[in-house]
C-alpha cells in the first residue's frame, strides 16, 4: 500500500520560500509520476506542479515562476518549494502521486495534507 | 477561473440517481478523473479513464463522456456520498493539469 506525508513548517513569512517535503513509503519515487496541488481554505483544488520519474517536469501557468519542485531518491521523497509568498499561498498543501495507465492521468494516493499559513 | 466547469452545489433524494457535469473543450480529447472530497478529509479517487473505478469504490458511482462534457453518476445515492466531488482533465493546450471548480453533492 502506497502511504504519502507531508511535512514542513505550517507558518511562513510573506516574501519567504515555503518548503514542503512529501515522503512515500510502499513505492518507489523513482518509478511514477508526482505532484502537489493545493487546497485555499473554503475553496476548491488546484493543481502546483508534477514530476516525471524521466525528469520532466510541468508547473501551473499561474505559480511556475515561483515553483521549484525535485527528487531525492535517497530518502524517497519529493520537494515543493515556492518562493515569494503571500497571503494568498495560505492552503493545505497535499502531495499525490499521478498513475498513468496509456492515456489515462490520475491521482491515485494522496497525502492527508498540510496547512501552510502564510503571516508575519 | 478554470477551464473545467461544474455546478456549484447539486442536491439528490436519498436513493435516488444524480448525475454531476464537468464541461471543458479539453474534455474533447482528454480524458477525466473524478475525486470525492469529505470535510477535513483528502480526496479519494472515484473514476478514472473517464469511466474506471477503482477497487473499492461502490459500483453505484459511474463516469462518461459526451463531447465537451464529462459526468459522473451516482445510482442511488446514499448519505455517506454527501461530499465535495472534482472532476481533473488537462487544459486546452494539453500541457497542464486542471481540476473543476468543484460540485458540493447534498443528500436529501
Known amino acids: 500500500q502506497v502511504q504519502l506525508q507531508e511535512s514542513g513548517p505550517g507558518l511562513v513569512k510573506p516574501s519567504e520560500t515555503l518548503s514542503l517535503a512529501c515522503t512515500v513509503s510502499?513505492?518507489?519515487?523513482?518509478?511514477?509520476?508526482w505532484s502537489w496541488i493545493r487546497q485555499p481554505p473554503g475553496k476548491g483544488l488546484e493543481w502546483v506542479v508534477s514530476?516525471?520519474?524521466?525528469?520532466?517536469?510541468e508547473f501551473s501557468p499561474s505559480l511556475k515562476s515561483r515553483v521549484t519542485i525535485s527528487e531525492d531518491t535517497s530518502k524517497n521523497q519529493f520537494s515543493l518549494r515556492l518562493r515569494s509568498v503571500t497571503a494568498a499561498d495560505t492552503a493545505v498543501y497535499y502531495c499525490?502521486?499521478?498513475?498513468?495507465?496509456?492515456?489515462?492521468?490520475?491521482?491515485?494516493?494522496w497525502g492527508q495534507g498540510i496547512l501552510v499559513t502564510v503571516s508575519s | 477561473s478554470s477551464e473545467l466547469t461544474q455546478d456549484p452545489a447539486v442536491s439528490v433524494a436519498l436513493g435516488q440517481t444524480v448525475r454531476i457535469t464537468c464541461q471543458g473543450d479539453?474534455?474533447?480529447?482528454?480524458?477525466a478523473s473524478w475525486y470525492q472530497q469529505k470535510p477535513g478529509q483528502a480526496p479519494v479517487l472515484v473514476i478514472y479513464?473517464?469511466?474506471n473505478r477503482p477497487s473499492g469504490i461502490p459500483d453505484r458511482f459511474s463516469g462518461s463522456n459526451s463531447g465537451n462534457t464529462a459526468s459522473l453518476t451516482i445510482t442511488g445515492a446514499q448519505a455517506e456520498d454527501e461530499a465535495d466531488y472534482y472532476c481533473?482533465?488537462?487544459?486546452?493546450?494539453?500541457?497542464?493539469?486542471?481540476f473543476g471548480g468543484g460540485t458540493k453533492l447534498t443528500v436529501l
Open positions: 499525490a502521486r499521478l498513475a498513468r495507465v496509456g492515456s489515462y492521468y490520475y491521482f491515485d494516493y
Open positions: 510502499g513505492g518507489s519515487v523513482s518509478s511514477y509520476y
Open positions: 514530476i516525471f520519474y524521466t525528469g520532466k517536469t
Open positions: 479539453s474534455l474533447r480529447s482528454y480524458h
Open positions: 479513464g473517464t469511466n
Open positions: 481533473k482533465s488537462r487544459d486546452s493546450s494539453g500541457n497542464h493539469l486542471v
